[in-house]
C-alpha cells in the first residue's frame, strides 16, 4: 500500500465522493468481496485475452504489473494481454480485432453504446455492481466497471520558464492566458507543445474549446446536432475553432504534427516547450523523465473567467466480451481479475500511476502531489463547470463512431492550410450528417 499524505488521501477520497454525489447518491464504506480466485494447483487452466488503450506508458505498466501480480497468486488462470501501444487509434484497433474474430474477452471499452448495439459486449456482472456507486448506465443497463474517473486537463507548466519569462500570476481569464503565451514566446521558448502525431491528442484542446462555447451552456448540443436543430457552422462553434486555429499557428511548437504524445514530457522537461495541456496522467510521465523538475498545473479559464473542465463520469472501463460470457469458467475468471484490480491494495497502485480519482465505493489512499492536489480542488469545486468530451457522451448525445478522428484530422488540415474557419465548420456539417444518416440505415 502507498503511504498517503492526509491532505492527499482526503482529496482524492473526497473528490470521488463528491462526483459520484452529483450523479444522484453518495459513496458508502461497504467492503468490497476478496478478489482472490482459488489457486488450487490441481484445477483445470482457464484462459483469458485482455485489452486496452495502452499509449500511456505509466497506465499500461500498472496494468501490466497487476495482471502478473494475479497470476502469480492465481496459477490457474492465465492472462493473455494483447493490447498494442503502436495503434493510433484504439477504436479502430478494436474493430480490427473484430474484424478478425480476435476481440478481447475483457475489453477496456469506451464506446460502450457502440458495441453494446453491435452485440459485442454484456452488462457488467451483478455481483460485480457492489464495488461501484451509481456507475452510469447506457440504455439503462450498466456495462463498464470504471477504471477511474474522468479527470480534469489543463496546462501544466514549467515554473522555471514562467519565472524566466516574467509571469508571477497565473491568468484569470482566457486573454489574460494569450498575454501569458506572448511573454513565453518573447522569452525564446516555444509555449506549448502537442503531440498532433497522435489523434486522439487533438481532443484536448479542441474538447477545452467546444466545452468553453458549447457543452458548458449546452450540455445535449450533441443530440441537438444529430437532429439538424444545431450546427457546426454556428457562431458559438466557429469561435471556438477560430479560437484553436490562431492557438496551434501562433503558440503550438511547430513540429506538433510530428511529434507523439509519448514525446511531450521529455520535450516539457527538456526547456525546449514550456507548457503542455494533457490530464493528470501525465504527471507520472514527466516525473519519471526528470524526478527534479518543478512544474505545476492549472485549468485554462474561458474569457468572461469560468472555469469550465472535463469531470463528469462516463460509460466507460473494464467490459466482459458477449463471446467470453458464454463460457462459465471464463467469466468467473474475468470477474475474479475485476475484483482483484479494484482491491485497494491494487488499485491505489493504478491510480498513483496516471494520477487517477478512484471510482469504487471503498475507499483508497494513494499520495496526491501538489499538481495532483490542483486538479482535485478543481473537481471539488462546485463553481468549476464538469462535462465531457465530444465523444464521450451517450444515447441521444452519442456522436457516429468514425466521426471523432475525423473531425480531428480535418482540423488539422484547417491549421495546417491555413482554411478558412466557417468554410470548414460547412464541410464537418456535411460530414457528421452523412454519418448519422448511414449509421441510421
Not at 468481496?33 to 497506465?59: I, M, N, Q
Not at 468467473?332 to 485497494?344: G, H, M, T
Amino acid at each position: 500500500m502507498i503511504k498517503p499524505k492526509t491532505k492527499g488521501w482526503f482529496a482524492v477520497t473526497l473528490a470521488a465522493s463528491l462526483l459520484l454525489s452529483a450523479c444522484g447518491s453518495s459513496p458508502g464504506d461497504t467492503q468490497a468481496t476478496s478478489g482472490a480466485a482459488s489457486s488450487d494447483e490441481g484445477g483445470e487452466k482457464v484462459s483469458f485475452t485482455l485489452g486496452y488503450a495502452s499509449g500511456d506508458p505509466a497506465a499500461r505498466k500498472a496494468i501490466s504489473d497487476t495482471v502478473q501480480r494475479f497470476m502469480d497468486e492465481n496459477p490457474n488462470i492465465e492472462i493473455k494481454d494483447i493490447s498494442d501501444n503502436s495503434a493510433s487509434s484504439y477504436l479502430d484497433w478494436l474493430k480490427t480485432k473484430d474484424a478478425v474474430g480476435e476481440f478481447p474477452d475483457l475489453v477496456e471499452m469506451r464506446d460502450t453504446e457502440v458495441f453494446a448495439d453491435a452485440g459485442k459486449i454484456v452488462e457488467l456482472p451483478s455481483d460485480l455492481l457492489e464495488l461501484f456507486e451509481s456507475p452510469p448506465e447506457v440504455e439503462g443497463k450498466v456495462w463498464n466497471a470504471p477504471l477511474a474517473l474522468n479527470v480534469p486537463q489543463g496546462i501544466i507548466y514549467s515554473k522555471k520558464a514562467y519565472a524566466d519569462a516574467g509571469v508571477t500570476d497565473l491568468p484569470k481569464t482566457y486573454d489574460e492566458f494569450l498575454a501569458v503565451q506572448e511573454k513565453l514566446k518573447a522569452s525564446g521558448i516555444s509555449p506549448l507543445v502537442v503531440g498532433g502525431k497522435d489523434i486522439f491528442h487533438m481532443g484536448f484542446w479542441v474538447n477545452k474549446f467546444l466545452i468553453d462555447d458549447v457543452y458548458a451552456q449546452d450540455p445535449d448540443w450533441n443530440s441537438k446536432k444529430t437532429a439538424k436543430e444545431v450546427a457546426f457552422a454556428d457562431e458559438n462553434v466557429v469561435q471556438a475553432m477560430t479560437d484553436f486555429k490562431f492557438l496551434f499557428q501562433n503558440y503550438v511548437d511547430k513540429g506538433w504534427l510530428s511529434t507523439p504524445d509519448n514525446q511531450t514530457a521529455s520535450i516539457l522537461v527538456s526547456g525546449k516547450a514550456a507548457q503542455l495541456f494533457s490530464g493528470t496522467w501525465m504527471f507520472s510521465q514527466i516525473e519519471e523523465a526528470d524526478p527534479n523538475f518543478e512544474y505545476g498545473f492549472y485549468a485554462v479559464p474561458d474569457r468572461e473567467g469560468h472555469v469550465n473542465i472535463i469531470g463528469l463520469p462516463s460509460p466507460a472501463g473494464w467490459t466482459l466480451s458477449a463471446e467470453a460470457a458464454k463460457d462459465p469458467a471464463k467469466t468467473d475468471a474475468i470477474k475474479s481479475f475485476i475484483r482483484y484490480f479494484f482491491e485497494p491494495e491494487q488499485y491505489s497502485l493504478y491510480l498513483a500511476s496516471l494520477n487517477g480519482i478512484p471510482s469504487t465505493k471503498e475507499k483508497v489512499e494513494y499520495e496526491a502531489s501538489p499538481a495532483m492536489q490542483s486538479a482535485l480542488d478543481l473537481m471539488n469545486d462546485p463553481d468549476v463547470t464538469k462535462s465531457l468530451a465530444i465523444n464521450n457522451w451517450w444515447g441521444d448525445n452519442l456522436i457516429p463512431p468514425q466521426f471523432r478522428n475525423w473531425f480531428y484530422k480535418k482540423l488539422q488540415e484547417m491549421v495546417v492550410g491555413d482554411g478558412d474557419v466557417a468554410d470548414y465548420m460547412k464541410q464537418i456539417d456535411t460530414e457528421y450528417d452523412a454519418q448519422v444518416k448511414a449509421n441510421s440505415m
